[in-house]
């Protein structure tokens, strides 16, 4: 259950503030949820079981087409809501992982011609024993709809990020796109999965990067003009923008896309789980990387390298027990990862980080009063990020 409520904790209620999960025993609960499959599929203590993909060809087809999803976006309608309102939109081809048809929450505005797409988080699942046992994804079951946004709708209204009031807000003129998370494949998968277990027979859409497709041309429509695109991830998230950075960057060609992850850290599990969650979700990975199934770092350099002109922010803290109770590691294994990664981001030309040292989990809701060793405050550093400004630099307690 420690387990359990840790990873839900992934879920857009972070907005709210940073998380502080309790205790938990890593090395035990890593156990539970080991996510390494083989032919029979499940952890042992989950049973034996098999977890099988539906036939690829018909299900890459039917999670493209689902509900007549229209992906030409010269034909796709604009998205149409009333200004500086939070609404909920259905975006035919879009799909939760029980099948069920799900969309988007937007806040447009006139005010400028940018946008931000918060991409929510949310834990991940790729077996019987993390989808339906421990249900370590959130929304997997119940889907995403109308319902379930207005019920976390004063999440993002009382976000000081999305603050069209705030002076020196940069992001108070914008338009909002807010992405559900449903899937649990870290918004990157493209198939369904067939998993057979404690008498189970379940399939699971996962089809992250196939929703992302469905969504794409409703959003070129509804922002043919734009012309700055911030990408904001939370947790689950921030991988999904780190997976999907270039899809947007091609559908908005004539707009520069700048990305961050807020504690989605993109270290490799040293376990290979990552492999597992690759093959699982079968994730879209950026084209021409030789070893991104297997090095979840080196999807971020991929990415890095495709958009030298765009910037790119990671916020970590040293020992998120959220992440390292999800990535089955001990506290004293995490940290180092972020260091490592925190060295190697500092080599890239368009990346910077702000790492705390803490076990908390997600920045976004504490954006004023997070502050790195040195002192450095987030909003503020939120701001330099967005405002291309000179004087934004990496920040970390090393």
């Known amino acids: 259950m420690q387990m359990q409520c840790s990873l839900r904790l992934l879920v857009v209620g972070g907005l709210l503030g940073g998380c502080s999960p309790p205790p938990v025993t890593p090395r035990s609960d890593a156990a539970a949820v080991d996510g390494s499959q083989s032919e029979t599929g499940s952890p042992d203590d989950a049973g034996s079981g098999d977890v099988a993909a539906l036939p690829e060809d018909g299900a890459l ?9 229209n992906t030409d976006a010269s034909i796709a309608a604009p998205i149409v809501a009333p200004n500086e309102r939070w609404t909920w939109v259905s975006i035919d081809g879009m ?3 029980n099948g069920q048809p799900t969309g988007v929450a937007v806040n447009l505005t006139n005010r400028s011609r940018r946008v931000m797409v918060i991409v929510q988080g949310g834990g991940a699942c790729w077996d019987v024993a993390t989808c339906f046992v421990l249900r370590s994804a959130a929304n997997l079951e119940s889907g995403y ?30 338009s909002y796109v807010f992405v559900p998370y449903c899937t649990g494949d870290m918004h990157s998968g493209t198939r369904v999965m067939r998993y057979e277990a404690l008498g189970m027979t379940r399939d699971v859409h996962h089809v992250g990067a196939r929703n992302m497709d469905a969504l794409m041309p409703r959003l070129q429509a509804t922002f043919a003009s734009a ?26 060609r004539s707009a520069r896309v700048d990305a961050l992850s807020d504690c989605g850290v993109p270290v490799t599990p040293p376990d290979g789980r990552y492999a597992t969650w690759v093959r699982t979700w079968g ?66 030309p368009n990346a910077r980080t702000f790492v705390v040292t803490s076990d908390a989990h997600v920045m976004a809701g ?21 405002t291309d400004s000179p004087m934004w630099a990496s920040h970390a307690p090393y």
């Open 61 to 69: 087809a039917d999670a493209a087409t689902a509900d007549g999803a």
């Open 95 to 97: 799909r939760c992982g």
């Open 145 to 174: 709809g109308a319902a379930q946004f207005e019920s976390e709708r004063v999440n993002l209204e009382s976000a000081a990020l999305l603050d069209r009031r705030a002076a020196n807000n940069a992001f108070a003129d914008a």
């Open 227 to 252: 012309d700055k695109l911030w990408l904001y991830g939370i947790s689950a998230g921030g991988y999904g923008v780190i997976f999907n950075w270039l899809r947007f960057s091609q559908a908005f």
């Open 283 to 348: 994730s879209q990975l950026p084209p021409g990387c030789a070893d991104c199934d297997r090095n979840l770092t080196s999807v971020l350099l991929a990415q890095l390298a495709a958009h030298r002109t765009s910037r790119f922010g990671q916020l970590a803290f040293t020992d998120d027990q959220v992440l390292r109770t999800f990535y089955g590691l001990g506290p004293a294994d995490f940290a180092p990862l972020v260091r490592t990664l925190h060295t190697r981001l500092s080599t890239e």
């Open 366 to 386: 504490a954006i004023n009063t997070t502050r790195t060793a040195d002192g450095t405050v987030l909003g503020p550093w939120l701001q330099q990020w967005a």
